[in-house]
């Protein structure tokens, strides 16, 4: 049943490059921040033109290892939705999960915070 609802989802646009090496979040932590309601948004330009690339974090505040995991793919859903659009390449981004905001809020409003936030921080 998962892979029918994948195969018939709508195709938002490619996922960004995801971020792995701990260098490269602790370089996007240097960098411009923008908390928001459901998460905190930490962004850095690194100076090229290559693809922007994306990662998510979630430290034990969150819970337990089921509820971290949860928060996690709920900021990368809302990633898969926007940042195709709306990153700038050249750029890295890491989604920092908040206590209980991240896993209860709207995903709507999750949308809209990531939205309001990659505003901010490209201003």
Not at 25 to 40: E, H, I, K, V, Y
Request: net charge positive.
């Amino acid at each position: 049943m998962a892979a029918f609802r994948m195969a018939n989802s709508p195709d938002h646009g490619k996922m960004p490059e995801i971020l792995k090496k701990r260098a490269d979040f602790l370089a996007a932590a240097r960098g411009r921040r923008q908390g928001t309601a459901g998460f905190l948004l930490q962004a850095r330009d690194r100076g090229d033109d290559a693809p922007a690339r994306v990662g998510f974090t979630c430290s034990k505040k969150i819970g337990n290892a089921v509820m971290r995991n949860r928060a996690k793919r709920r900021l990368r859903a809302i990633a898969r939705l926007k940042l195709p659009d709306a990153a700038r390449q050249g750029w890295d981004y890491v989604l920092v999960g908040r206590p209980d905001a991240t896993i209860n809020r709207d995903f709507g409003d999750l949308c809209d915070d990531l939205s309001h936030a990659l505003r901010k921080v490209h201003r």
